[in-house]
């Protein structure tokens, strides 16, 4: 198999032939680490390459649905046990976890071929992956753009031709974003489906879960499948579904009513590529016969958006002390993150508790959208991948930011109404380009970014569909088809190809 052939086939092709022993894992595995060496100078989507762990899981026998298909993880909660986890933060090159993360463990043992990790910004607390531990990932469709955030280096990884489908996590976009901005495909799943075990219960509140972006339905559906179920102490149990979600798609979707908006929920803007791309998909659904029609649930988008910053800010706090206690020193972290982290301890568990509380409104808010409608169509993202440097903090705030953080005076004006109104506008600037996917996050309902769209200039463009809690199935029914009738597999960028 040539690299022209390995680009035709996602993982469950690539799995099929391996098990027909028409190609070997060691040969694909070369085919991958020759790629990402290939495209690495040009979009930085990989921190570590794991080749000697591979060669000696190859050599140890490979079985399960994905036996001998070449994989990456995210360098963030999916511990590889004897690797670094960095969580793209100069702070955490300490750390080396002695044990795999529940993910990592079943993701090999379904047979994938873990041959590294990729980038993301730190801590994952971004929609642009540009950390300053390992830099910016370009977007292999336009190198002056980024690959979107935090799974942007699995994002770029995939469009970039290296693999067909990589790992990721979503705590208010993280898949979805990154599927937006390089044209593929992603599914956030529902709160409880796949555990965070052994170190967390919960991340984020139960906002944060797995997952993968690839250039197929059936990959994420089969990748579903593998991650599902529940390990002994979780607080919550999703559990596999009746049916595994693969055996679903064989089945087309009921007619469905979808409502649809394009209007940002905190009332920012939303470019006209991003209204074509709902435009479109609207148009693709109602010749599939589905309906569709105007409709939003009826949520208070600013204040979902302070009480997601409420969580932010206090896990962020926790972060950086966990990252303390492990010998991080205090210069250690980004501008952004240490300022998070200062407003962070000085929130109060009142606070913090009233705000985990609205995020029961919003999850009846859209529970009684969905009694009227099978899914809520948006677009993924207001606008197409960000420039780099695009949603960077302005230079005299930035300056102004340093100087409050450094001298402690952030910390003693905490909670005043001058730091308010600095934070607001923080939080506003970096939602401006993601305004719609975090109501996915607090309420646990899955949702999917579909890539349906390009931009006048050949850019991908994302449109999301959020579906009812635990209603996975129906999603993917509908995603597969739209693959079909709007095919993306074969759309990659020229980069890819060499």
């Not at 990790?117 to 300053?132: H, I, M, Q």
């Not at 148009?283 to 932010?312: C, K, T």
């Amino acid at each position: 198999m040539n690299h022209a052939d390995y680009l035709r086939h996602d993982a469950t092709a690539l799995a099929a032939l391996v098990r027909r022993g028409e190609v070997q894992p060691a040969g694909l595995l070369e085919l991958a680490r020759a790629q990402a060496q290939r495209v690495q100078p040009r979009i930085n989507a990989l921190v570590r390459l794991m080749t000697d762990e591979a060669r000696a899981q190859i050599e140890r026998g490979l079985a399960g649905p994905l036996a001998g298909v070449p994989f990456l993880l995210k360098d963030g909660l999916q511990d590889y046990a004897g690797v670094p986890t960095s969580l793209g933060s100069r702070s955490m090159q300490r750390y080396v976890p002695t044990q795999h993360a529940a993910v990592t463990r079943r993701f090999l043992d379904a047979g994938l071929v873990v041959f590294g990790k990729t980038n993301l910004p730190e801590f994952g607390l971004k929609g642009v992956s540009d950390s300053a531990c390992h830099g910016a990932v370009n977007n292999p469709w336009d190198l002056s753009r980024n690959a979107g955030g935090s799974s942007g280096g699995a994002a770029a990884a995939v469009a970039a031709g290296v693999l067909p489908m990589a790992a990721g996590s979503d705590g208010g976009g993280s898949l979805r974003i990154p599927a937006s901005c390089c044209g593929l495909f992603a599914l956030k799943p529902s709160r409880g489906r796949i555990s965070e075990a052994p170190l967390f219960g919960e991340v984020w509140f139960g906002a944060c879960t797995h997952g993968v972006l690839s250039r197929s339905v059936r990959d994420s559906a089969l990748a579903l499948d593998i991650l599902c179920g529940s390990e002994p102490g979780d607080p919550f149990v999703g559990g596999a579904p009746a049916v595994p979600f693969v055996q679903a798609l064989a089945q087309p979707p009921r007619r469905l009513r979808i409502g649809f908006s394009t209007a940002s929920p905190i009332g920012t803007p939303v470019t006209p590529d991003a209204v074509a791309a709902v435009e479109r998909a609207v148009a693709l659904l109602q010749g599939l016969g589905h309906e569709v029609e105007p409709a939003a649930p009826a949520f208070d988008g600013p204040a979902l958006a302070r009480s997601y910053l409420a969580m932010y800010l206090g896990q962020t706090a926790v972060d950086v002390e966990h990252a303390r206690r492990l010998g991080a020193g205090a210069r250690e972290f980004e501008l952004l993150t240490r300022a998070m982290a200062v407003l962070g301890r000085g929130s109060s568990a009142v606070t913090l508790t009233t705000e985990l509380l609205r995020w029961n409104d919003f999850a009846r808010a859209l529970g009684a959208f969905h009694q009227r409608y099978d899914g809520w169509l948006t677009p993924t993202m207001a606008g197409p991948a960000p420039r780099h440097g695009q949603t960077d903090l302005p230079r005299a705030l930035a300056l102004v930011l340093d100087a409050l953080v450094s001298t402690g005076v952030l910390r003693l004006l905490a909670g005043t109404g001058l730091v308010a109104r600095i934070v607001d506008g923080i939080a506003t600037d970096n939602l401006t380009p993601v305004p719609f996917t975090q109501l996915a996050n607090l309420t646990g309902t899955p949702a999917m970014s579909l890539p349906l769209h390009r931009t006048a200039d050949g850019l991908p463009m994302g449109v999301q569909l959020v579906g009812r809690m635990g209603d996975e199935a129906t999603l993917l029914q509908l995603a597969a088809q739209l693959e079909t009738a709007a095919p993306w597999f074969d759309r990659l960028p020229a980069l890819a190809h060499g």
